[in-house]
């Protein structure tokens, strides 16, 4: 994969005017191997500086083109991911460079084929160009949606599984994670199977119900609390101040004590030894879920702290 990696890489600087240009870079974790690859290849190409951006960066939501331009770099190259629904306009010119991966479409075809009944198909932006072919070659045995918050049709993002959202009988995510199937399938509540890259389909009932257990959990917990951190991050497509505040008032009108915190990343050991016996998160909904058992304390979606807290209130 690694070959593969740099070759779409390098490709992609190639089609870029960057000659004596001052680049700002973001790169995805599953990429930083490659950051000297990406920063000699630049400067080959005639960049004047580059500036690499090294938090860690799960999507287009966390843009750095304001700090780039602060930085005084005049384009920001925006690694493994197309752009985020939120962010229309930016600082300064984002070139977004989403990273392909191979995929193995016989096998993938001769799954899908035997699969009854009508898929709702997506997949992450590394699969999509391969969404086309599919579609062709099974015509209206597969349909195809567009989310929201994911610019692509048939793409599904962990904040936005909308793609699913169509006339189907089944879902079918092409994925290497289960997050995005259980999204999916507690939206559309129809069957949703994960397939794999190297064809292997994944029926994500037993993780729904593992996810089920877990948020209810977390709920139960949270509904003991007498202060609450309502968390706002300042990443650009992630930030939702006016829900927090909402979310807070919710709280407060309860009984609890709720008080807004901000962070651009919500790390566990940055509220060690703080006064809260809750969380709520109301940045990217993958936090509360995939970094649970991290917190101490019991961390919610925006949408399970409006059900604790309103069913708290009466409302
Ligand atoms: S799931 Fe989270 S990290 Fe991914 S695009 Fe949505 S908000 Fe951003």
Redesign the pocket.
Known sequence: MGADVIKHISEAINRINICGKRVAVQIPEGMKQYAAEVIDLLKTRGAQEVFLFIDPN?????LKDREAKELGANILLHFG?NR?GRITETEIPVIYIPITLDLNIEKILGVLEQIEGKIALCTTVQYLPYLKSLKKALGNKVAIGRGV??TEEGQV????PGACNTDADVNVIITDGIFHGVLARMQTGRKTYILTPAGKLIDVEPHVERYLRQRETAKTLAREAKRVGVVITT?R??MYRNVAEEVAKHIRESGAEADLLVCDYFYPEYVEGMPYDAYVFT?????PIDDYTRFKKPILTVAEAMEVWKRDTGQ
């Open positions: 799960f999507g287009a939501c966390d991911h985020f918050l994911a993002l962990g904040c936005d990443k497509g992630q940045g990217c909904p993958r936090v």
